[in-house]
């Protein structure tokens, strides 16, 4: 034992000073050693992909129902017709039954396809620059949509149907020369601040088979000059297979308080 230790001794007084370089890597594999015998140890600076924290609505799994007599009305013209206008104030409950009876409408195999769309106005403030495709910038438009299908179908559903294309979310531009062919439920938001140029070219995908629903409040329109929702409505008054729905103030059931806000803004 005592020519082991000092045989030892030799052999570390013969050994060669540590250089910097060599006592930085041994600290450095100290660290790595430590960092991975403890493993609830959480990197801060770590890159999360694809985390979704988003709220999304539960499914419902009740049948949709109409919640006052206008609505009821409008849901059996949109049922009856080709083409539906919804004009109203906010609250009343337009795009949620449009969204609901195509959502109801593809579950129940009548439909192949659900195209929501709107015009890309920003309501009186500028967002600026938004990164990412165009799909996560018309995304922000489009989200009450989405919760209102997620609600009716599932979120699973949905975004099933999203990266197959069965369902389509794109900028009103996008619609040019584009065609609504059969077994197609289209529904076109915010319809108030589309210009009637953007309007007349809408209208005029329309093909054979297909379904449209026009929603808008002509009082909030956030674009200068006439709007395409205004227009749009005295043009076709009296067509065929079109069907113009009026909702009032007394038919807001988002709230009581927004019944009165709306009162005393007009």
Same mark, same amino acid.
Request: proline share 3%; with cysteine; net charge neutral.
């Given at each position: 034992m005592a020519k082991k230790a000092q045989a030892r001794r030799l052999a570390n007084q013969q050994r060669q000073p540590e250089t910097k370089r060599e006592r930085q890597n041994r600290n450095r594999s100290s660290k790595r050693r430590s960092y991975q015998e403890a493993p609830n140890i959480v990197e801060l600076n770590a890159q999360y992909h694809q985390l979704n924290t988003a709220y999304s609505p539960q499914r419902s799994r009740e049948p949709f129902k109409p919640r006052t007599e206008s609505q009821q009305r409008y849901v059996q013209a949109i049922k009856q017709h080709c083409l539906t206008f919804g004009a109203g104030p906010a609250g009343t409950g337009k795009s949620y039954c449009a969204a609901a009876l195509a959502a109801e409408a593809m579950e129940s195999g009548r439909i192949e396809q659900i195209i929501l769309t709107r015009p890309a106005v920003e309501a /009186?403030?500028?967002?600026?620059?938004?990164?990412?495709?165009?799909?996560?910038?018309?995304? $922000?438009?489009?989200?009450?949509?989405?919760?209102?299908?997620?609600? *009716?179908? /599932?979120?699973?559903?949905?975004?099933?149907?999203? *990266?197959?294309?069965?369902?389509? %979310? %794109?900028?009103? %531009?996008?619609? *040019?020369?584009?065609?609504?062919?059969?077994?197609?439920?289209?529904?076109l938001d915010e319809a108030q601040n589309t210009t009637p140029a953007q309007?007349?070219?809408?209208?005029? *995908?329309?093909?054979?088979?297909?379904?449209?629903?026009?929603? /808008?409040?002509?009082?909030?329109?956030? !674009?200068?000059?006439?709007?395409?929702?205004?227009?749009?409505?005295?043009?076709?008054?009296?067509?065929?297979? $079109?069907? !113009?729905?009026?909702?009032?103030? %007394?038919?807001? $059931?988002?709230?009581?308080?927004?019944?009165?806000?709306?009162?005393?803004?007009?």
């Open positions: /009186g403030e500028s967002l600026g620059f938004l990164p990412g495709s165009v799909d996560d910038k018309f995304s $922000v438009y489009i989200d009450a949509f989405r919760d209102i299908l997620n609600e *009716r179908l /599932g979120s699973g559903a949905v975004e099933y149907a999203l *990266r197959h294309g069965r369902i389509v %979310a %794109a900028p009103l %531009a996008f619609m *040019r020369g584009k065609t609504f062919g059969r077994n197609t439920f289209v529904v309007m007349k070219m809408f209208l005029t *995908r329309i093909g054979e088979g297909c379904k449209v629903v026009i929603n /808008g409040d002509v009082a909030q329109s956030d !674009i200068r000059g006439p709007n395409g929702l205004a227009d749009a409505i005295e043009r076709v008054r009296g067509l065929p297979d $079109v069907y !113009i729905h009026h909702f009032e103030r %007394a038919d807001i $059931v988002r709230s009581g308080l927004v019944r009165l806000l709306i009162d005393r803004y007009e």
